[in-house]
């Protein structure tokens, strides 16, 4: 071990990782990068991880309630037992009292270098958590994305898992003020909304960071499968909630009781967006601008119905494929047509750039051994 923060006896979990709940009462949850490996812990008091090059490392730590009585009296203390030296900043994340940490400290491998979001719990019956994720400091600048992204892969609970993670709500505030008004044109008409331009600048640089840190894993034959799917699941994370607004607006002009029909009508709707690729940039328009501005590629399509729907009560696996160049949704409703297994249940498929009805798909694309299935929402 690089470094510990505190002197517990504790278990291997079981590798490889990926998204996964933390074995705690409270629901907590992470989604780890690809690659990592579990170092000690017991998924209870300590999770620990490891990239592949033993480079970074990553830890949650879980504490019983009542044991410091602020984040910032934790941050101060485990902080001073690590050593590090670097600026704190208070901040609020998902309605919990929590702290923004810079780290520096020495270990006996060398200096290291990164940040720590320590979290308290609000009720007394919950617990309070340290992220820890920090690089040797030679190299930090080359895991710097990688590390943000660890912290903010991080939902307290399993509410939070569909809403921006703590760095995300320390750049930007949560709930974010949208003194702003923006007109979406949805089936029924339009409808203005509130918005927040600087919320549309983090949405984005959060997808930036995450494709980055996705493609550190494209030339692996192994890795970049996961890594490919939990980009998906990240850009979902961050931009979920920032849709609610907009989903009840749409909901308004939808049959309550019938599930397919609701299905065809918000594909017709993404069908109808203006195709756009930017093949020097990230190649993506991120969910909230996409819907607004009723523009994307097939994927920021798909993950915009995917989140539309899921506000909707309607289950939905988000489709890709490499080896097409393409994505799609398909979708838990009744009809005819084309169905994607996945997770044991047959999905109907719904392509989002071709202006067809819901199960059809090219007869050149419908080998369903070449398309991924990504669980986004609950």
């Known amino acids: 071990m690089p470094f510990a923060l ?26 780890v990068p690809s690659g990592f490996s579990p170092g000690e812990g017991d998924g209870k008091t300590r999770a620990s991880f490891f990239d592949a090059n033993e480079g970074m490392e990553f830890d949650i730590l879980t504490f019983e309630p009542g044991r410091y009585g602020s984040a910032e009296i934790m941050a101060a203390q485990l902080l001073a037992q690590m050593g590090s030296k670097g600026d704190t900043s208070s901040f609020t994340y998902q309605g919990h009292p929590a702290v923004m940490a810079d780290l ?12 720590a979001v320590f979290i308290s ?14 690089a040797d400091t030679s190299r930090f600048d080359s895991y710097s994305e990688l590390v943000i992204s660890c912290l903010d892969g991080f939902s307290i609970d399993r509410a939070a898992r569909r809403f921006p993670g703590p760095v995300s709500q320390f750049l930007l505030p949560w709930p974010v003020p949208r003194a702003e008004r923006k007109t979406a044109v949805l089936p029924a008409g339009s ?14 640089h959060a997808v930036q960071r995450e494709f980055h840190v996705m493609t550190m894993y494209l030339n692996s034959e192994t890795l970049w499968v996961d890594a490919w799917a939990r980009y998906y699941r990240m850009v979902y994370k961050e931009s979920s909630a920032q849709l609610d607004n907009l989903t009840k607006a749409f909901s308004e002009s939808l049959p309550a009781n019938d599930p397919t029909e609701s299905a065809r ?8 967006f203006l195709y756009e690729r930017d093949f020097s940039g990230i190649d993506f328009v991120p969910p909230l ?4 501005e ?28 490499r080896e097409y160049s393409h994505a799609m949704l398909a979708v838990d409703v009744p009809g005819g047509g084309q169905r994607f297994t996945h997770n044991g249940k047959a999905y109907l498929v719904a392509e989002t750039t071709a202006k067809v009805g819901i199960g059809t798909m090219a007869a050149s694309q419908a080998d369903f051994s070449k398309w991924l299935g990504v669980d986004l929402g609950e």
């Open 289 to 292: 601008t996409a819907a607004f």
């Open 294 to 321: 009723k523009r994307g590629d097939c994927d920021s399509r798909a993950m915009v119905m995917a989140i539309i729907l899921e506000g909707l009560g309607i289950d939905s696996v988000l489709m890709v494929s």
């Open 265 to 272: 009508r918000v594909l017709a709707w993404v069908q109808g």
């Open 104 to 115: 520096a400290f020495s270990t006996d491998a060398g200096p290291r270098k990164g940040y």
């Open 191 to 204: 409808v203005s909304l509130p918005w927040s331009s600087e919320e549309a600048e983090d949405e984005l």
């Open 121 to 134: 719990g609000v009720a007394v019956s919950e617990s309070s958590y340290a992220l820890v994720a920090s």
């Open 6 to 31: 505190l002197a517990l006896f504790l278990t291997a979990l079981v590798s490889p990782v990926a998204a996964r709940e933390l074995t705690t009462d409270t629901g907590a949850f992470v989604d």
